[in-house]
C-alpha cells in the first residue's frame, strides 16, 4: 500500500490528481494542468511536494573518508552549508543512485536521496560503512517542499529574514526559520530555474506550504505535481534515475563525467570505470523535427544502422517542441546529426542538440 506524504490532504484539497509514485500517493497534476503548471515556474513561481524523497544523516570521524569511498565526487574541502551532487556506483560502475551531500559542520553530513531508491540505498551504504560513521534514515520525520521559479525569492522574503536565505546555489542555511518554523533552505532544485528546497519536521509541513502559497498569490504561485516536474527537468536536461541512470549505464555514459574525480585515490567503481576506459555511448539531447513524441525506450537509427535509445522525451512546454535524451553511440552524437527514432513502428526524424534545451538562469 502506498504511503501518503505529509501533504496529502492538502493535495486533496486543492484539487490534485492523485497517482501512485515511489511508494506514495502524490499529485501528478492540479486542476491547471501541466502546462500552466510548468509556465508557471519558468515565468513566475510553483510550489511542490518532494516529501517522498529520502534523507540520511551521516555523522562520525571518519565520514569524510567514507563518502569520498562511497561516491564519485570529492567532498573534500567543503564549507559548511555547502553541497556537492554526486552519483554513487556499484562495483561494476554502474549507477545505484545520484544523491545530494551536503556539510552541515565537521564530521556531520546531510545526505538526500531518490524516493524509490530510500532503501536500497540506505541497505548499500550501511553494508559498505567503513570506519567510526553513524548512518541515520531521517526520511520519515523530514518534509520537504520545494519552491521554483523566477520568483521564487521574492515569495519566500515574505516569510523569512534575509539571513536565513543561503547566497549560492548549492548551499544551504541548516538553522533557518521561514513563517516562524525551523527549516532548512537549500538554493538547490530539479527545474533549471532559480528556486529553492526546504526541509523541516513532517508535522510543520501543512503549516509551511499555507504560508507559502498566500506569499506566493501576488506572483501567481501554482502547486504543481510530478506531470510538470518532469518536464521542467527534461526542458532542463537533467537526467532522472531509472531512466539516464541505471545500475548498467556508468555516470560517464550519462554525461556526469564532471561529479566523477578519477584522481581521488579510491572509490566505489573506480576500476570498473578505468576498465571500461573511454565511453562508447554517452546521453544527449534530441529535437523532434518530424511529428510526433519521442518517449523513452524508442530505438534510435542512422539509416537502417541503430545507433542508440531513447531515455526520456515529451513536449517541452516553454520551447515549444517535442524533445527527449538518448543514449547514442559516441560518434552519432554530435550535435547536428540527423537521425530518425522508432515510435510503434514509424520513424521520426530527429536532430542531436546539446543538452540542455532550456538554460535558465539559476
Not at 576500476?271 to 573511454?278: D, N, T
Request: net charge neutral.
Amino acid at each position: 500500500m502506498e504511503q501518503k506524504t505529509p501533504l496529502y490532504d492538502i493535495h486533496i484539497a486543492e484539487g490534485g490528481k492523485m497517482v501512485p509514485f515511489a511508494g506514495y500517493l502524490l499529485p501528478v497534476q492540479y486542476e491547471a494542468g501541466v502546462v500552466k503548471e510548468h509556465m508557471a515556474v519558468r515565468t513566475g513561481c510553483g510550489i511542490f511536494d518532494v516529501s517522498h524523497m529520502g534523507e540520511v544523516l551521516c555523522t562520525g570521524p571518519d565520514s569524510l573518508k567514507f563518502l569520498n569511498y562511497l561516491m564519485t565526487n570529492n567532498f573534500s574541502g567543503m564549507l559548511d552549508g555547502q553541497a556537492r551532487y554526486s552519483p554513487m556506483c556499484n562495483e561494476q560502475g554502474g549507477v545505484i543512485d545520484d544523491l545530494i551531500v551536503y556539510r552541515i559542520k565537521e564530521d556531520c553530513y546531510f545526505i538526500v536521496v531518490n524516493a524509490s531508491n530510500r532503501t536500497k540505498d540506505f541497505l548499500w551504504m550501511k553494508s559498505r560503512c567503513q570506519g567510526r560513521v553513524d548512518l541515520q534514515d531521517i526520511s520519515s520525520e523530514t518534509a520537504q517542499i520545494a519552491l521554483q521559479g523566477p520568483y521564487a525569492q521574492a515569495v519566500l522574503e515574505k516569510i523569512t529574514g534575509f539571513a536565513d536565505l543561503p547566497s549560492r546555489y548549492y548551499s544551504a542555511v541548516f538553522q533557518a526559520e521561514a513563517a516562524g518554523l525551523n527549516c532548512v533552505i537549500s538554493r538547490t532544485g530539479y527545474t533549471g530555474e532559480k528556486g529553492f528546497e526546504l526541509y523541516l519536521a513532517a508535522k510543520d509541513a501543512s503549516s509551511l506550504w499555507n504560508e507559502l502559497t498566500k506569499a506566493g498569490k501576488e506572483f501567481g504561485l501554482l502547486p504543481c505535481g510530478l506531470g510538470a516536474r518532469d518536464t521542467l527537468r527534461l526542458e532542463a536536461g537533467m537526467p532522472l534515475y531509472g531512466h539516464e541512470m541505471t545500475e548498467e549505464i556508468t555516470p560517464l555514459e550519462a554525461g556526469l563525467g564532471n561529479f566523477v574525480k578519477m584522481e581521488k585515490p579510491e572509490f566505489i567503481g573506480k576500476q570498473a570505470l578505468l576498465e571500461k576506459g573511454v565511453p562508447a555511448r554517452t546521453r544527449a539531447g534530441l529535437k523532434v523535427t518530424g511529428r510526433g513524441i519521442v518517449r523513452e525506450n524508442c530505438p534510435v537509427f542512422s539509416g537502417e544502422q541503430p545507433v542508440g535509445v531513447s531515455t526520456s522525451g515529451t513536449y517541452l512546454p516553454y520551447l515549444g517542441f517535442p524533445g527527449a535524451m538518448a543514449l547514442l553511440q559516441s560518434s552519432f552524437a554530435i550535435p547536428g546529426t540527423a537521425l530518425t527514432a522508432e515510435v510503434r513502428g514509424r520513424r521520426i526524424p530527429v536532430e542531436v542538440v546539446g543538452l540542455p534545451f532550456y538554460k535558465g538562469n539559476k
